[in-house]
Nanobody
């Protein structure tokens, strides 16, 4: 598994932007597909975005499609989530996650390595 550390969360007004970063420790970063999940107290952890190893195919939750972009830099062992046009409904703790092999990149339960999370608050 990988050791993951998120950063870049904070407070932003509706309509604004944030970029989250996830730094991974491990020499086999390129062998893992990466994802971003989010969770609000009292709700189930929710899939946000994923990027596959190798071909870099991306997946997005319908609620963020067109507003969020996931990317990765394999030389820096880092994955990013660019969040634009933020809405109050995007308020949550955002988690970075990694999986070596899965048939469903949109399921949080498939991921095996997790960061501690970074909070994002979007004000009205």
């Amino acid at each position: 598994q990988l050791q993951l550390v998120e950063s870049g969360g904070g407070l932003v007004q509706a309509g604004g932007s944030l970029r989250l970063s996830c730094a991974a420790s491990g020499r086999r970063f390129m062998s893992y597909s990466m994802g971003w999940m989010r969770q609000t107290p009292g709700r189930e952890r929710e899939f946000v975005a994923a990027i596959r190893r190798g071909n870099d195919r991306t997946y997005y939750a319908e609620s963020v499609k067109g507003r969020f972009t996931i990317s990765r830099d394999n030389k820096q062992n880092t994955v990013y989530l660019q969040m634009n046009s933020l809405k109050p409904e995007d308020t949550a703790v955002y988690y970075c996650a990694a999986v070596f092999s899965t048939a469903d990149y949109t399921s949080p339960s498939e991921y095996e390595s997790w960061g501690q999370g970074t909070p994002v608050t979007v004000s009205s």
